[in-house]
C-alpha cells in the first residue's frame, strides 16, 4: 500500500467517524439519566438505561406524535409523486403555450422561505375546517414538494428516449400499460430520489407543521419541545426521541438505497 | 417483473408505515374501546374510587371531597361527551394534571379532556395567534401571569370576574374559594377584576450550600478575611463577598473545585427573563410598591394612571438609570469573575441543574422549579437521610433598594379563557381548570408538583411533615415575606412585544460589543419606540400607552423615587444573617399573622 492511500484512509476513516459521532453521541445520551448526563462526561454510559425509550414507547402522547408525523409524512409523499409524475411526463414531452414559463412558476414556489405561506395556510385551512389535521400539514408541504418532485422527475424523464413512447404506440399498447408498466419501471430511480426526498422535507419541517397543528395532529417535533421546561431540559428523553426520529429516514432510505444511488448519479440532484 | 422492483419497494415500505400507523391507531382505539363505559350512576363510584385511591392528603375531609366531586358531576351534565383541549407548559404540576387529573375528570364528569404539554414559548405563540386570528386553536391555556398587563388591556382574554357572575355563573363552583389563592393579585388587572386563575406557582430565591456555610473552618476564615460573619447575603455587598471568597479563596473543598457563584448568559430568550424577571428590582431600580412598583416597576417602565408614559430616564422611567445599568454590569461582572467557565455559554435550561452536581456555594437567583430534582437521593447535595444540604433563602438586595420594594421573582401559571372560543367549549374548560385547582385535589398536586398555590394547603400537616425535605420551600411560602417576590405586573402593556427586546441587548453586554450604560439605553429607546407604536395604534384604551415628552435627565433625578441618581458608593457594607436566626423570624411573624 503507498503512502497516499494509506492518507486517503485515514481520511475517510476521519470523515466517517466525524459523521458518526453526532449519532453515538445522540444515542449514549438516550442510554443515560439526565443527572449522569449533565454531571460527567463518558463515552461509554456506565450506567446505561432504557427509561428513557420505556417513556417513549408508552407514552401515548410520544408514540402518537410519532404516527401523527408518519401520517402526513406519507400523505405528502403519495399526493406529490402522483402528482408530480404525470406533470413531469408532460413538461418532458410536449411542447405548449407557456410550458416554460410555467415550470420556472412551479420552482420559484420552492425558493418562497415556507414562513412566507404560514398566515395564508392558516387562515385558509381554519376556515374550511382542516387545521389541525395531518391532511392540513400534507396539502401545504405539497407546496414545496410538488415543484421539487417535478423538477426531479422531468429532469429524469427528458434523458428517456422518446422512441420508447413511439414503440409502445406501434406495439399497440394503450397509454396507460405503456405508462405503468414500461415507463414508470425505466425511471425507478428517479421516482426512489422523488420520495426519498419529499419524505424527507415533510419529515425534518418544523414551522408549518406547528403552525398549522393544534393538539390532534401534533407532530413529533412539537412533542419533543415538552421536554424543555421551567425545571430544566430532559436531556436522555430528547435524546431517544431523537434516534427514533432518524429511524424513519434510515428505514427509507433502506427501501430505495440501490435506486437512490442510480439517482444521485444520473439525475438533476 | 423485475423492472417493477422500485414500484414494489415503496408500495412494500409505505404498506409497512401504514400497517405500523394502523396498528398504532388500532392500538388506540381499542383502548378508548375497552375504556369503562360511563353510566351516569357510575360517576359517583368513580369519585369514591378516585377520592380513596388519589386524592390524599387533602385539606378537605372525604365527605367535603365527594360533595365537592358531586358538584362538578351535575355542572357538567350539559358537556358530558364532549372533548376538548388544554395547553400547558411542561412542568411536574402539568404532567400529573395531564396524565392523572384529566382521566379523573374525564371518569367524574364525562368530559373528555386533552391537556396538552408543549414548551412555554409555543404556549404562548399559540396563545398569540389565537388572540390575534380569533380561531378557536385552545379551550384554555395556563399562561404565565406575567401577560396580566397585556391581557387587561387588549380584551381577548375573558375577565373571570365577569364570566362567574355571568355566562359562566352556572358552571363555576360554590366550593372554589378564590381568596385561598395566594397568587389572586398577580392575575388581577387594573381594573380589579381577575383575568385568570392560579394554577400553580413558583419563586426565584436566594440558594446555598447550608453544609459549608456552617462549617466552622470556612465560617471563621470568611470572617477572619471580610471581617463579617458567613450568612445569608442581606445585600449585594456580602453575595459578592462570598463569591469570591469560595471562588479565588477556597477553590475546593473535598478535592473538588468549588464557585461562589452560578448564573447563565448565552444569547437566548432565556436571558431575557433572567433581568425581566425581578433583577433590576433586587438592585433597586424601580419604585417601592407591592406587587409592582409605582409609578416605576422592575422594568423600568413608568405608569400614570395605568398609562404607560416611557421607560427612559428622559421620559421619567428608569430602564436606563443608573440602577438599572448597575444591575447589569454586577451580573456581568459576577458571571466572569465567580462562575464556572462554562457558565456564560448555558441557558437557563442548561444552568438550572448546575447546583445540584454539588460545586456551587451559592445562587443569587435560583428558581424553586429545580426543587425537586434537587431533593433526589444520591445526589452530592443530598444526605444520606434523605434531607437536603441546602437551603433556600430571601434574595440579597443591591444598594438602590429600599424597604418596601418588590425583591424578588415569584409567578403564577393560570388558567386563561379566550373570548374566541365558543362558549359551551369555554364552559367546559372552565370546570375543569376549576378541577384541577379544587381543593379536593390541590394538596395532592402540590405534592406532586411542589408548586404551591393555595394558602389552605400551605398551612396543611402534609406540607409541615415534608417540610425539611425541602429546603425551606414550605418556610418561605408561610411566610409574610413571600409578598414580595411578584410577577411582572401592568405597567407592561403588553409582554411578548417587549420581553423580546431584553436578551439581545443583554447579550450584547455580556459579549463586550458595548458597554452596560450604551445596552440599557438601547434598550431603553426600544422600549419606548415600542410603546409609541402602541399609542399610535391606539387601541388599548384608558390604559394604553401614552409617552411623556423627553426632558433633561437631571429634572427626573431631581423628582422623588424613581430614576434613582447614581449612588457615590455602589458597595456598602456586607451584611449577613443566620440561616436559623431568620427562618425563626419567619415562623414567628407567620405565628403573629395566624393570631
Known sequence: MNRSSRVSRWVLLGYCVYLVLPLYWLLTMALRSNADIAGTFELLPSNPTFANFAEILTN?????????????????????????????????????????????????????????????????????????????????????????????????????????????????????????????????????????????????????????????????????????????????????????????????????????????????? | MGDCALVNSIVRGITGVFIVVGLVACGQTSDEASAPSISAQAYAAN?????????????????????????????????????????????????????????????????????????????????????????????????????????????????????????????????????????????????????????????????????????????????????????????????????????????????????????????????????TDAWLSMAGAGDQGIPNGLPVDEWGIRAEQCRPVGSSVSRGGATNAPAAVYALQKYIDWLKAYAPEQAPGMTFSEAGPVPAQGQIAQQIFWYTTFTADMIKPDLPVVNADGTPKWRMAPSPHGPYWEEGMKLGYQDTGAWTLLSSTPLDRRKAAWLYAQFVTSKTVSLKKTLVGLTPFRDSDIRSQAMTDMAPKLGGLVEFYRSPARTAWTPTGTNVPDYPKLAQLWWANVANAVSGQVSAQAAMDSLAQQQDRVLERLQQHGTLGECGPRLNEERDAEYWFSQPGAPKPALDNEKPQGETVDYETLLSSWTAQDAEMAQ
Not at chain 2, 128 to 134: F, L, N, P, V
Not at chain 2, 152 to 177: H, K, N, Q
Not at chain 2, 250 to 269: L, T
Request: net charge negative.
Open chain 2, 47 to 275: 369519585a369514591e374510587r378516585w377520592v380513596d385511591s388519589e386524592f390524599q392528603p387533602s385539606t378537605l375531609t372525604r365527605d367535603e371531597q365527594l360533595a365537592e366531586l358531586a358538584w362538578f358531576n351535575t355542572a357538567a351534565e350539559p358537556f358530558r361527551g364532549m372533548s376538548i383541549n388544554v395547553v400547558s407548559e411542561t412542568l411536574t404540576t402539568h404532567q400529573y394534571e395531564s396524565e392523572t387529573l384529566a382521566q379523573a375528570f374525564y371518569e367524574i364528569t364525562g368530559i373528555r379532556v386533552n391537556h396538552d404539554l408543549i414548551q412555554e414559548g409555543d404556549v404562548i405563540e399559540k396563545l398569540q395567534t389565537q388572540m390575534q386570528s380569533g380561531e378557536n386553536i385552545f379551550d384554555a391555556y395556563v399562561n404565565d401571569s406575567d401577560l396580566i398587563g397585556t391581557h387587561s388591556r387588549y380584551g381577548y382574554v375573558v375577565a373571570l370576574s365577569d364570566f362567574m357572575s355571568g355566562e359562566g355563573a352556572d358552571v363555576t363552583s360554590p366550593t372554589l374559594d378564590l381568596d385561598d389563592f395566594i397568587g389572586l393579585s398577580f392575575t388581577t388587572g387594573p381594573d380589579g377584576k381577575v383575568y385568570q386563575l392560579p394554577d400553580q406557582q413558583f419563586a426565584n430565591l436566594y440558594w446555598f450550600r447550608h453544609d459549608w456555610f456552617s462549617d466552622p473552618e470556612l465560617k471563621e476564615q470568611f470572617a477572619a478575611r471580610y471581617g463579617y460573619p458567613l450568612g445569608v447575603p442581606v445585600n449585594w455587598s456580602a453575595y459578592e463577598d462570598i463569591a469570591e471568597f469560595f471562588s479565588v479563596h477556597v477553590k475546593e473543598i473535598d478535592g473538588q473545585r468549588v464557585y461562589g457563584h452560578m448564573d447563565y448568559g448565552k444569547k437566548d430568550p432565556s436571558l431575557g427573563w433572567r433581568f
Open chain 1, 60 to 269: 401515548p402522547v410520544w408514540y402518537q406524535g410519532f404516527v401523527n408525523s408518519l401520517s402526513y409524512v406519507v400523505l405528502n409523499t403519495l399526493i406529490s409523486v402522483s402528482v408530480a409524475l404525470p406533470a413531469a411526463y408532460v413538461f418532458s414531452r410536449y411542447r405548449f403555450l407557456g410550458d416554460r414559463q410555467l415550470f420556472f412558476w412551479l420552482l420559484t414556489n420552492r425558493m418562497a422561505p415556507p414562513a412566507v405561506f404560514l398566515l395564508p395556510f392558516f387562515q385558509l385551512y381554519s376556515s374550511i375546517g382542516l387545521f389541525d389535521t395531518p391532511l392540513a400539514v400534507a396539502l401545504a408541504h405539497c407546496l414545496f414538494t410538488v415543484p421539487l418532485s417535478v423538477w426531479i422527475l422531468e429532469g429524469f424523464m427528458s434523458g428517456v428516449p422518446t422512441e420508447i413512447d413511439d414503440m409502445a404506440r406501434i406495439d399497440g399498447h394503450s397509454f396507460w400499460f405503456f405508462f405503468t408498466r414500461i415507463f414508470l419501471p425505466i425511471n425507478r430511480s428517479a421516482i426512489g430520489v422523488t420520495v426519498f426526498f419529499c419524505f424527507m422535507f415533510s419529515w425534518v419541517e418544523l414551522l408549518l407543521a406547528r403552525t398549522l397543528t393544534g393538539s390532534e395532529a401534533k407532530p413529533i417535533v412539537v412533542v419533543m419541545t415538552r421536554t424543555v421546561s421551567a425545571s430544566g431540559m430532559d436531556w436522555g428523553v430528547l435524546a431517544a426521541a431523537g434516534v427514533f426520529t432518524v429511524l424513519p429516514g434510515i428505514l427509507v432510505v433502506w427501501f430505495v438505497r440501490q435506486h437512490l444511488v442510480k439517482g444521485f448519479a444520473l439525475g438533476r440532484v
